[in-house]
């Protein structure tokens, strides 16, 4: 039997079944999958041996499940009072934790009171403000769903119910970056996600070209502008926020700066280790992947270690390092970005070659842009002292330094490597 705790399952117990029809998602097709299928609730038998086999592959003393969908909410209260028991029957005394991801929609006293008892951590779906929410997050006959959300954020507050928020930025909210940060705040979130959607046309009229690079969705976000995004967004948060509002990819990227191993896998060298299962047992690569050509196998057949740490598996994550053209190999931000996701390797590279990131030209400047603060923050985490430190040094950045005695021609005290002249000096004419 493979080594143990070396994988994290993303589980799908109602399948790609949801409740509204977000004009970007991807998982909806999935149906196509299981053409036929008339109960798309995970089997009791299913479930009780997925939960067994999974605390038995793990040997940390922490497990923890992560409930998705589709949209997991439409089980009901009941299936995951059956899942807690289930858990507490295997756990051998080991901590069991539950991450759940909703559109929030359903929530209600029942479903938040159950959540907050049992210490499950809520991933909620939100856009931004109404406008922006409902321009794509909708129900199938096409109503909007913002109300309806911010009556579950109401009731998640209530009762007291830990939560992050999790946002997909697209083509229209990515202009409006404090907007949606500021309403993220507003709500009460104080761990923030922002996920890129960048999804190609999968029914294009005619065929591509084998030489043609792949078309965008007209929702997807631009390359240049989610990097813009971002850096607005920390521009703010770096002065202001540090230490009170938690954004993933913030805390990722000075993991990257502090010399350690990205937590988050897009960003890792390699991946494999998240997976995805389906509602009847079927293992995938990934949540990305969810298709024939990478699904692993089913559980009821095999042990969940046997499919995770397969050589099939081992390859897909190797690919990731293995398939990165030279161009992100010579890259003086690689040790950040390491090409991302490999789903979205889809444009060439300067000099032709395939398998360049549709979103490098953000990252590079999103990168690049924040290099200054996190290589301070990473020298007080190394020095022991709070990287909060960061907002009174940006704000002494920001008017040039003037509290130090700095010459002209001394290097920048940011630690950009340039002359202070040339970089921070604000005494320069324009």
Request: charged share 25%; glycine share 8%.
């Amino acid at each position: 039997m493979p080594g143990p705790g070396l994988f994290h399952i993303m589980v799908k117990p109602v399948g790609p079944l949801c409740n509204l029809d977000c004009g970007y998602c991807f998982y909806l097709e999935k149906e196509k999958l299981y053409p036929g299928t008339g109960q798309w609730t995970m089997p009791e038998d299913v479930l009780d041996k997925y939960i067994r086999d999974y605390i038995g592959s793990q040997d940390s003393p922490a497990i923890t499940f992560a409930w998705q969908g589709g949209e997991p909410t439409l089980l009901g209260v009941d299936f995951f009072r059956k899942v807690v028991e289930l858990e507490k029957k295997y756990s051998g005394g080991r901590k069991i934790e539950n991450t759940f991801q909703t559109n929030g929609v359903l929530l209600n006293d029942e479903w938040c009171g159950f959540l907050s008892e049992n210490r499950f951590l809520v991933g909620l779906s939100i856009d931004g403000p109404q406008e922006i929410h409902d321009r794509y997050r909708v129900y199938k006959g096409g109503q909007p769903s913002f109300e309806k959300v911010m009556e579950g954020v109401k009731c998640i507050l209530k009762h007291r119910v830990e939560f992050n928020t999790l946002t997909c930025v697209q083509k229209e909210n990515a202009y409006r970056p404090l907007e949606v940060y500021n309403f993220l705040k507003g709500i009460g979130s104080r761990f923030m996600q922002f996920i890129p959607i960048v999804e190609t046309k999968s029914n294009a009229s005619e065929p591509a070209s084998p030489t043609s690079e792949p078309v965008v969705e007209d929702y997807s976000v631009e390359p240049l502008q989610y990097g813009k995004f971002l850096g607005m967004i920390f521009d703010e948060w770096v002065r202001h926020d540090v230490g009170k509002y938690f954004i993933q990819i913030f805390d990722v990227s000075l993991e990257s700066w502090a010399g350690m191993e990205p937590s988050l896998c897009v960003f890792k060298e390699k991946c494999g280790s998240a997976l995805a299962m389906e509602h009847n047992g079927d293992v995938y690569s990934c949540d990305h992947f969810v298709n024939v050509e990478n699904r692993l196998g089913n559980m009821m057949n095999d042990h969940l270690s046997a499919l995770a740490l397969s050589p099939k598996q081992t390859k897909f994550g190797d690919d990731k390092l293995h398939k990165l053209p030279k161009y992100c190999l010579e890259c003086s931000v690689r040790f950040a970005c390491n090409g991302e996701c490999p789903k979205n390797r889809f444009i060439k590279t300067p000099s032709g070659e395939d398998g360049l990131n549709y979103l490098c030209e953000g990252y590079k400047y999103f990168f690049h842009h924040i290099d200054p603060y996190m290589k301070f923050m990473a020298r007080e985490l190394a020095n022991r002292r709070p990287p909060a430190n960061v907002m009174y040094w940006a704000k002494e950045k920001d008017k040039g330094f003037p509290s130090l005695s700095v010459g002209r021609n001394e290097p920048c005290p940011c630690g950009s490597g340039l002359k202070y002249k040339n970089c921070c000096d604000r005494t320069t004419a324009s």
